[in-house]
């Protein structure tokens, strides 16, 4: 870089945008580097959040994606508790909510999603929780414990997760769905299925088909979960998991194209050859599924930040990788990989009974996605799989008798 | 503490203090270190943070649980001294170990 770099500005301090960070200087760029956060800590890792850190087995230190030390170390300007009000595009500046203006050679927006609310008469007595921040967990973890209630507004992997770090801290749970299963959305009937009968074994209570009208409350705090029916879940906490939009209006007002998130290419990079987007807020390529999607993972994080810190400091793309995810509930290690937009058909290898097992989706004798219970081996190779798009017998699939290496052979 | 020197694929040393505790990949992912990805954040859940462990270091490193040993067995380049760093804890009896990377963790 020439004397004369404006830098690299990072609208968003979370695990993207930490991570854009780190990774431009662990690629030897020079110029100055500014990252913005609304939150009031430096990047730190979520994922535990719902998991290990909720149930006290993890703590704000090692929730740290770098020491404090380093952003100063590796001359990273952080300003935190702070907000971009504007980007303008053609000054090449970015307006912060304490009047600073910042300006730019290269911008990457990272502001990643927030949880979505429910419009509905209550949702803002305390105790209905939302989680996304450590602020968020705070709230959630001083809520729960011996003789408390849980109610989880929609059965997703957030949802989920907390009510199973709920009942190890030995409060009561119930899960609200709206749909006629849990993981709808995200996981097929088989994984639902079984998901429902641990939890259940567990303790957790379940209600689907269900339509939350709204939340009671007594003193300012919410007392219990109204359904459509008529009935009132009694709780003392709600804790409302229903997806998380992205936090795509600052580019929206920039003029940068947007779907559901700021559109971007394999480079992660927008139309504004200046302008990257990473993380959840990107609307992204997809290329092993010849589609455009917006991912919500740690993986995706990753991958798109090294491909934005790549793409600034002038290294070649990084390969692409084939999306994967993990949930931690209870002793279960649930893996995914893949997404099964075409798949036609699944194959189940292993025994849910036993929670030991792996439901393959396949078009045709291609693996398309792979969800795993407990079952690293088949997480592996049915990623290694999809990647490769190679036929695979069915039969040896089902088979536990043929190993996964001897499947994927 | 422990004194571990994280050796890249192309030969550059990285020589430093761990507290006890962290793990070896801990060490190396919070001093922005190359070469360790950790994608899960050391949830044993990606099989990124892969190492090779120094042969004098192998015993006391311990060996993988099952549930390692069915990841690494699916990581590229694998090798007897194969471990995923996310699983080694750090303790004053590692004071000198020595992990080499792999080419690629992806």
Redo the contacts between chains.
């Keep these: 870089m020439g004397d004369k770099a404006l830098g690299v500005v990072i609208i968003g301090a979370g695990h993207a945008g930490g991570t854009a960070a780190a990774l431009l200087r662990q690629y030897n760029y020079e110029g100055p580097i500014t990252m913005i956060g609304d939150e009031p800590i430096a990047p730190y890792q979520r994922p535990p959040l719902s998991k290990a850190w909720l149930k006290g087995e993890a703590d704000a230190d090692s929730l740290a994606l770098k020491p404090q030390s380093f952003y100063a170390d590796v001359a990273i300007d952080m300003f935190l508790s702070t907000r971009v009000m504007k980007i303008d595009r053609v000054a090449k500046t970015v307006s912060l909510s304490d009047g600073r203006q910042i300006a730019y050679d290269f911008l990457i927006l990272a502001m990643g999603a927030r949880a979505r609310t429910l419009p509905i008469p209550g949702a803002d007595l305390a105790g209905v929780l939302c989680l996304r921040s450590a602020a968020d967990a705070e709230s959630l973890k001083s809520a729960l414990g011996p003789g408390k209630r849980l109610a989880v507004i929609g059965g997703g992997y957030i949802g989920l997760e907390a009510a199973a770090s709920a009942r190890v801290l030995g409060a009561d749970a119930i899960v609200i769905e709206r749909e006629p299963r849990i993981l709808a959305r995200v996981a097929c009937q088989v994984l639902s299925d079984f998901f429902t009968d641990y939890h259940r074994a567990r303790g957790v209570e379940f209600e689907v088909a269900a339509m939350v009208e709204g939340f009671k409350g007594k003193d300012g705090h919410v007392t219990g979960v109204r359904l459509g029916d008529g009935r009132t879940i009694a709780c003392d906490v709600a804790l409302v998991g229903v997806g998380a939009p992205p936090n795509d209006e600052l580019a929206r007002e920039a003029g940068l194209h947007c779907e559901n998130g700021v559109v971007v290419d394999d480079h992660a990079r927008t139309h504004d050859p200046a302008v990257f987007a990473i993380g959840d807020v990107a609307w992204r390529p997809m290329p092993r599924y010849e589609r455009m999607f917006r991912l919500e993972s740690v993986a995706n994080a990753l991958e798109q930040a090294r491909q934005a810190a790549s793409a600034i400091t002038g290294r070649p793309v990084p390969p692409h990788e084939v999306t994967w995810n993990w949930s931690d509930q209870y002793d279960l290690k649930y893996q995914f990989a893949g997404m099964p937009f075409d798949a036609d058909d699944i194959v189940v290898r292993g025994d849910p009974a036993a929670a030991k097992f792996a439901v393959f989706h396949l078009k045709g004798d291609v693996v398309e996605a792979v969800e795993a219970v407990n079952a690293p081996a088949e997480f592996m190779a049915g990623r290694q799989l999809i990647g490769q798009r190679r036929p695979i017998s069915r039969v040896r699939l089902a088979d536990m008798t043929v190993s996964m290496k001897e499947v994927a052979a | 503490m422990a004194k571990i020197t994280y050796i890249e694929h192309g030969g550059a040393e990285h020589v430093i203090d761990v507290k006890s505790g962290l793990s070896v990949m801990?060490g190396a992912?919070?001093?922005?270190i190359?070469g360790i990805?950790a994608?899960?954040?050391g949830?044993?859940?990606?099989?990124t943070c892969h190492v090779y462990v120094d042969d004098a270091w192998r015993e006391k490193t311990g060996k993988p649980s099952a549930?390692e040993e069915?990841?690494l067995?699916?990581?590229e380049n694998v090798e007897p001294s194969s471990r995923l760093s996310c699983q080694i804890k750090v303790t004053d009896d590692l004071d000198g170990l020595i992990v080499r990377m792999p080419e690629s963790q992806?």
């Design positions: 801990e992912v919070k001093n922005n190359p990805d994608d899960c954040g949830a044993c859940a990606c099989a549930m069915s990841m067995d699916f990581a992806h």
